[in-house]
């Protein structure tokens, strides 16, 4: 006598053992995320189908999504009208050194927080957390005077050292330390290792997770920045990709599609940034302990 069992397939059982089914609440959860999707999605294909349309009919009425030809008028026109290059590569060089300077300095913050111990230590983090609650336009009028008598006005450092210490991301890696295992450095300790020594063979390894997202955050913040590069250049040959595609813009007037190419060519590097660094992001949150507050 035999005996047939049948085997369910990963396809039955979802690839773990039990079949998964579409309850209210997960068919709920997709519909809201292809709300949010959406939501996030068709602004940008709004703004990418009015760049590629003829100037005449991004204004004209009903409105379409496509015009009668596609055509790159527009983008040829706002890379003629200013030096982009420049702008681009002032960017670039901004966003990278604020971004390796703030996750310098807020990592060995949050470790000096979370690792020592000196007077006035709670008063001084006290202190940094509260900055989280201070909006970054109060400070624009004393940062300003202060870069005027340094005379950093119209250089690199004038932009970068203002944003270079970032409350939020000392929180975020303070709150990340305090999950490393103290024992780990103990053990370093006992070997003859100094403080300097854990930090960087140590510590700095096991929180490549969150660091990699502050560096992130960092650069996407510091790359969309407008405000501060704004009023602290003002020669053409330093602005940053932001203040200086305003410029054009002013210069040219209201032009739908050459504003729509604008912004366009503006997004781009951070499309493409989260693009290959997602998992990254998803993976510094999920470490930092923030993912459920």
């Keep these: 006598m035999s005996t047939t069992v049948t085997v369910p397939t990963p396809t039955e059982t979802g690839g773990g053992g039990r079949r998964r089914r579409w309850t209210p609440g997960r068919i709920a959860l997709l519909l809201a995320a292809l709300v949010l999707t959406a939501a996030w999605l068709l602004p940008l294909a709004w703004a990418v189908a009015t760049s590629l349309k003829p100037e005449s009919e991004t204004t004209g009425t009903p409105l379409a999504w496509i015009g009668s030809r596609v055509t790159f008028d527009a983008?040829?026109?706002?890379?003629?009208?200013?030096?982009?290059?420049?702008?681009?590569?002032?960017?670039?060089?901004?966003?990278?050194?604020?971004?390796?300077?703030?996750?310098?300095?807020?990592?060995?913050?949050?470790?000096?927080?979370?690792?020592?111990?000196?007077?006035?230590?709670?008063?001084?983090?006290?202190?940094?957390?509260?900055?989280?609650?201070?909006?970054?336009?109060?400070?624009?009028?004393?940062?300003?005077?202060?870069?005027?008598?340094?005379?950093?006005?119209d250089t690199y450092w004038g932009v970068i050292l203002p944003q270079v210490a970032v409350p939020a991301m000392v929180f975020i890696l303070v709150k990340f330390f305090d999950g490393v295992p103290r024992e780990l450095e103990e053990a370093a300790f006992v070997d003859g290792a100094g403080r300097w020594r854990v930090f960087w063979t140590i510590v700095v390894p096991l929180s490549r997770p969150v660091l990699a997202a502050v560096a992130i955050f960092t650069f996407i913040s510091t790359w969309n920045n407008f405000l501060w590069p704004f009023l602290v250049t003002t020669d053409p040959n330093g602005m940053t990709l932001p203040v200086g595609l305003v410029n054009v813009q002013s210069s040219f007037g209201v032009r739908y599609a050459q504003i729509m190419a604008s912004l366009v060519i503006a997004g781009l590097p951070l499309l493409v940034v989260f693009a290959l660094f997602q998992r990254q992001i998803v993976r510094g949150i999920a470490h930092t302990g923030l993912a459920g507050q």
């Excluded at 060089?93 to 604020?98: C, D, E, P």
């Excluded at 000096?112 to 400070?139: E, K, S, W, Y």
């Design 75 to 153: 983008y040829t026109k706002v890379w003629e009208s200013g030096e982009l290059t420049r702008w681009f590569l002032n960017s670039a060089y901004i966003s990278l050194m604020t971004t390796a300077l703030t996750v310098l300095t807020c990592a060995m913050a949050a470790y000096g927080f979370t690792r020592t111990d000196f007077r006035g230590r709670r008063l001084l983090h006290g202190l940094v957390l509260a900055g989280i609650m201070v909006p970054p336009q109060v400070l624009i009028a004393p940062l300003f005077r202060e870069m005027v008598q340094l005379g950093l006005v």
